[in-house]
């Protein structure tokens, strides 16, 4: 009987060693995988790596991981020289091929995400546009309001307002949202003032460019939601680092 309890004891010693350095292992891995995803993917920050599965260590023996999740920030969004920050992005990939060195990562499948606030939305439209959420009816569809005076968003733009177009109501329109080529949103109003459509359309549709996303992420589609628009995709063999 004390042979089997101090059996139990060392198995319980060893396990606890084992988990030890499992944690341990998978922090400098995680560490390790930021960095190169940084300098891979010409980050401007570091992003936060998160290895799932354990153990850890028989998953490097196989050269796979189950899942690798990156969070990443300080990602913009661009348009006509105006800047603004992307809530978030982040990416989940599953059943990641790996080297010894993680110099080398591929991800059998994966899903990416972006979202944007309205806020940010407003900073990056026209000056004197104001861009919120559309209700449930029309976020389905994608769109999103703009809002803002008509001769605000003339001037704003460098366009010349005669007087009888000051005294014009402000505008209210519906934009709807769709990504090209994975990084180009673009805003299209549905319906314009005809006195002034021509002039005003060059103003509210404007196309926004979202910057310094990885290489490994193909955002195709996008959902109006209460609090911004989020912007999501897939691929598969997707690059990690390298």
Same mark, same amino acid.
């Given at each position: ?9 060392i198995v319980v010693v060893l396990g606890g060693i084992f988990v030890?350095?499992?944690?341990? =292992?998978?922090?400098?891995? @995680? ?6 995803? /940084? ?27 189950? @899942?690798?999740?990156? /969070?990443?920030?300080?990602?913009? =969004? ?87 177009? /000051? ?21 299209? =109003? ?6 002034? @459509? ?31 628009? @989020? ?12």
């Amino acid at each position: 009987m004390r042979g089997l309890r101090i059996f139990l004891i060392i198995v319980v010693v060893l396990g606890g060693i084992f988990v030890a350095v499992d944690r341990i =292992a998978v922090n400098v891995a @995680e560490n390790k995988a930021a960095e190169k995803i /940084k300098s891979s993917q010409g980050l401007n920050s570091t992003p936060d790596v998160s290895i799932k599965g354990f153990p850890f260590l028989t998953q490097v023996l196989g050269s796979e991981l189950d @899942e690798v999740d990156v /969070k990443l920030s300080g990602i913009t =969004a661009s348009a006509e020289g105006r800047s603004v920050q992307l809530t978030e992005v982040r990416a989940e990939l599953m059943n990641v091929k790996i080297d010894s060195s993680f110099s080398s990562a591929v991800a059998a499948s994966a899903t990416g995400s972006a979202r944007i606030s309205y806020a940010d939305l407003t900073k990056s439209a026209p000056k004197g546009a104001t861009v919120s959420y559309a209700g449930a009816e029309r976020a389905a569809k994608g769109q999103v309001k703009v809002t803002g005076s008509i001769s605000d968003l003339l001037a704003g733009s460098g366009v010349s307002v005669p007087e009888s177009l /000051k005294a014009l109501p402000p505008l209210t329109t519906y934009s709807t949202v769709k990504l090209e080529g994975g990084d180009h949103v673009k805003l299209h =109003a549905d319906a314009l003032p005809a006195l002034v @459509e021509s002039r005003l359309r060059k103003v509210v549709d404007y196309d926004l460019k979202l910057d310094g996303l990885p290489s490994s992420i193909k955002l195709d589609r996008t959902t109006a939601v209460e609090d911004g628009i @989020e912007f999501s995709g897939t691929g598969t063999d997707v690059s990690l680092a390298g």
